[in-house]
């Protein structure tokens, strides 16, 4: 696994481009994470003594990669976290779906129920299908290419709820590519799913200026890889 890229740095923030695979935070398999990476590179660059601060703004799945954001003060700790829950960040992500999808451009609107017995949503149509514990989830896309059986989709999420893009997509009828647990039908050779945080756009929690930082998949990334001439005109990474 290749480690995390650093994409924006100041003594508030630390923005990286985590591979799939790396867990955000720990969990019970005592994996490493990108937390435990983010501190052990301040230590190292800043050459601090003792423990290193350093506290989680959001998180992404085990096998998406992109973007996430760390903070390296509580005071923008605590305002970060606030802003991920009013939906005050925007979030771009680029997607590999299975199949070829009809619509160029669509919302789609479900509701989320999760389900412990198999460790994944439940996807419904309606809020009364999903009951009292189901949560709204949206989401707007856009096709950007096919190749073969499978499409380049950019994807923005209205709602935030667990695992939302990859069980959205696989209740219509095309799964993430590599996402055995809603739909796909084979994994990637890597275990990455087709799915990466591309662009995140905020207010500065303690400047107040506005960031734009884009990250575009890694060339050799099994699920992106045959994109990658779409990809290329998409921007380097680095920040606005």
Excluded at 76 to 85: H, I, T
Excluded at 158 to 186: C, M, N, S, V
Excluded at 210 to 216: A, E, H, L, Q, Y
Aim: proline share 5%; net charge positive.
């Amino acid at each position: 696994m290749r480690p995390p890229k650093v994409i924006f740095e100041d003594n508030h923030l630390l923005i990286v481009d985590k591979p799939a695979g790396m867990l955000s935070q720990g969990d019970d398999t005592g994996d490493s994470t990108v937390l435990d990476w983010g501190k052990r590179y301040i230590k190292h660059k800043y050459k601090k003594p003792g423990d290193v601060y350093l506290g989680l703004a959001h998180r992404l799945d085990r096998p998406t990669s992109g973007l996430i954001i760390m903070c390296r003060t509580s005071k923008s700790l605590s305002r970060m976290q606030p802003m991920f829950a009013d939906r005050s960040v925007k979030k771009t992500y680029l997607a590999v779906v299975n199949g070829n999808i009809e619509d160029r451009k669509q919302t789609l609107v479900h509701w989320l129920k999760h389900d412990p017995s198999i460790k994944r949503m439940r996807v419904h149509t309606s809020e009364r299908k999903a009951g009292s514990e189901g949560k709204k989830a949206e989401l707007s896309y856009q096709l950007l290419a096919r190749v073969a059986s499978h499409c380049l989709l950019e994807v923005n999420p209205t709602t935030g709820r667990r695992h939302q893009i990859r069980a959205q997509f696989g209740a219509i009828g095309y799964p993430l590519a590599g996402d055995l647990r809603y739909g796909g039908k084979e994994a990637m050779e890597d275990r990455s799913i087709g799915l990466h945080a591309y662009r995140l756009q905020f207010e500065h929690p303690v400047g107040k200026a506005p960031i734009d930082v884009k990250c575009v998949p890694k060339s050799n990334s099994s699920a992106f890889m045959h994109f990658n001439e779409v990809l290329s005109t998409m921007g380097h990474r680095g920040f606005h």
